[in-house]
């Protein structure tokens, strides 16, 4: 699929289980086109709540299509969506938050991909970037945190949120 000049592959190989492209939409801050984002799912679902609890294999994909954005300015965004997703309980998301911090540490280019990516092959919630994962932290309650940013009740981005559920 074909989304801000991006292609996003309709499936998406993840420790031996094939996830199908969900939705996938262009997040956008003041006007600018971040990154095209996909969902992948074992199986496609518009039903938000049902995915974002669903202990199952599932990615996010993040494709950089703006060339100036900062590794810090990724970092921040993230960790401020997992503040607002957990309610401002993050006593239980440290070790996403280190990651999340460990894996955004090097520059960040147009075209540099990052997944997240929920297996229990992996041992939980796993970052890759540009296809090397980076680490993971265990817990389905922190991948229902991170997959709330865009997924939640009150999501990064409203359009994004349809898109990615395919609506």
Request: aromatic share 6%; net charge neutral; with cysteine.
């Given at each position: 699929?074909?989304?801000?000049?991006?292609?996003?592959?309709?499936?998406?190989?993840?420790?031996?289980?094939?996830?199908?492209?969900?939705?996938?939409?262009?997040?956008?801050?003041?006007?600018?086109?971040?990154?095209?984002?996909?969902?992948?799912?074992?199986?496609?679902?518009?039903?938000?709540?049902?995915?974002?609890?669903?202990?199952?294999?599932?990615?996010?994909?993040?494709?950089?299509?703006?060339?100036?954005?900062?590794?810090?300015?990724?970092?921040?965004?993230?960790?401020?969506?997992?503040?607002?997703?957990?309610?401002?309980?993050?006593?239980?998301?440290?070790?996403?938050?280190?990651?999340?911090?460990?894996?955004?540490?090097?520059?960040?280019?147009?075209d540099d991909i990052f997944d997240l990516i929920y297996s229990s092959a992996i041992g939980g919630l796993g970052v890759a970037k540009n296809g090397?994962?980076?680490?993971?932290?265990?817990?389905?309650?922190?991948?229902?945190?991170?997959?709330?940013?865009?997924?939640?009740?009150?999501?990064?981005?409203?359009?994004?949120?349809?898109?990615?559920?395919?609506?």
């Amino acid at each position: 699929m074909k989304v801000g000049g991006v292609i996003l592959p309709e499936t998406l190989l993840v420790e031996h289980e094939q996830l199908v492209l969900n939705g996938a939409g262009i997040r956008t801050k003041f006007f600018i086109n971040v990154y095209a984002c996909g969902l992948y799912l074992l199986k496609k679902n518009s039903n938000a709540e049902s995915i974002i609890v669903a202990d199952e294999p599932m990615a996010i994909r993040m494709h950089i299509i703006f060339d100036h954005i900062t590794n810090t300015q990724m970092k921040d965004a993230i960790k401020d969506g997992l503040k607002i997703a957990s309610k401002g309980d993050i006593s239980y998301i440290k070790g996403i938050m280190d990651l999340i911090d460990e894996s955004y540490k090097d520059a960040i280019h147009k075209d540099d991909i990052f997944d997240l990516i929920y297996s229990s092959a992996i041992g939980g919630l796993g970052v890759a970037k540009n296809g090397e994962l980076k680490g993971s932290t265990p817990g389905l309650q922190v991948k229902n945190t991170v997959f709330s940013i865009w997924l939640g009740s009150n999501p990064l981005q409203k359009a994004l949120k349809k898109a990615l559920l395919g609506l």
